[in-house]
């Protein structure tokens, strides 16, 4: 089972450029999120979906936009990158099957603006 | 702001020891409460959960939860080199609510 797939791995974006990080679920999970991680300041949540077709501004949202046409995919959209956006991005989803919510996450997605 | 504090380390201990892993919350009012364990270069595992007050083991993995002093701890007994690591504390603070906030992570280092 291939569960969340992220693309790309790694990338280097100029500065003002925009660019979509993709992510894929296969488990069938309603919930996805996205989270940024910096040295020093943990897992920072961008934007969440807890189901298609809804979306919502988690703590970090500006300079990010977000859509969820479907279950399955949740790209992740920097419409004019900074470098203050260079960081490693997760992607991460959940069931709302019993009362945790517990998350599972991608392989990350490494972004260096300049 | 609801915080989740963790001791960023590193914290080492010798091989085949007990490794303690302390996090503490701000919303006394939290729900449910996660371990995860982060190899450098690598994306959070989830190694653990934990919902109600007191232990819950799973292997060498022991989470304890203590939500009137607010705080969750996870015990790594037999410490192992492999489990040398960053160790994620996530709280979801109400139910319903489904976005974790974490904490920055313990660095755990066993020696061999």
């Known amino acids: 089972t291939a569960g969340i797939t992220q693309a790309p791995t790694s990338q280097i974006l100029a500065a003002g450029r925009s660019m979509t990080l993709r992510c894929t679920q296969d488990?069938?999970?309603?919930?996805m999120y996205w989270y940024r991680q910096d040295l020093g300041l943990g897992l920072r949540l961008i934007h969440y979906s807890n189901t298609a077709g809804t979306t919502g501004k988690g703590e970090v949202p500006d300079g990010y936009s977000v859509s969820r046409a479907n279950t399955d995919d949740f790209p992740l959209t920097l419409a004019s990158a900074v470098p203050s956006q260079t960081s490693v991005y997760f992607c991460a989803s959940s069931s709302d099957q019993g009362a945790g919510n517990e998350q599972f996450f991608g392989p990350g997605t490494r972004l260096t603006v300049l | 702001q609801k915080e989740v504090e963790q001791n960023s380390g590193p914290l080492s201990v010798p091989e085949g020891a007990i490794a303690s892993l302390n996090c503490t919350y701000s919303d006394r009012g939290s729900q449910s409460f996660f371990w995860y364990r982060q190899y450098s270069g690598k994306s959070p595992e989830l190694i653990m959960s934990i919902y109600s007050n007191g232990d819950k083991e799973d292997g060498r993995f022991t989470a304890q939860l203590n939500k009137a002093s607010q705080y969750v701890s996870l015990l790594i007994r037999d410490s192992q080199p492999s489990d040398s690591a960053t160790y994620l504390c996530a709280v979801n603070w109400a139910a319903g609510r489904r976005a974790l906030t974490f904490g920055s992570g313990t660095r755990l280092q066993v020696q061999p």
């Open positions: 488990m069938r999970h309603n919930a």
